[in-house]
């Protein structure tokens, strides 16, 4: 069975940039979520705050794990683009001479 995929560049170009800007809040969310588990932890004492800033430090390590992927898919869609522009760029460079 032969199949193709036809990608709308300019829609991929268009969505790889909103996941950059969507990864740049949810980065800045996280490290206010961050700043403000670290005020409160600092205030405590004891094995209440032990248990806090564990519980917050694991949360915290997956918040930055989720953003490590969605940072890894916006990659692989960049380079799909480069790629792209640049045989494109070859085909152009080809058929013009």
């Not at 036809?6 to 800045?28: G, P």
């Not at 490290?31 to 588990?37: D, N, W």
């Amino acid at each position: 069975m032969n199949m193709r995929l036809i990608v709308d560049i300019a829609l991929a170009a268009s969505a790889q940039a909103e996941m950059v800007k969507a990864i740049q809040v949810y980065q800045e969310s996280t490290e206010a979520v961050k700043a403000a588990s670290d005020e409160i932890a600092s205030q405590w004492e004891g094995d209440a705050k032990e248990a806090f800033v564990q519980n917050e430090t694991n949360a915290y390590n997956f918040y930055v794990g989720i953003r490590e992927v969605a940072t890894g898919a916006v990659e692989a869609v960049k380079k799909m683009l480069d790629q792209y522009q640049d045989t494109e760029a070859q085909i152009k460079s080809i058929v013009s001479k």
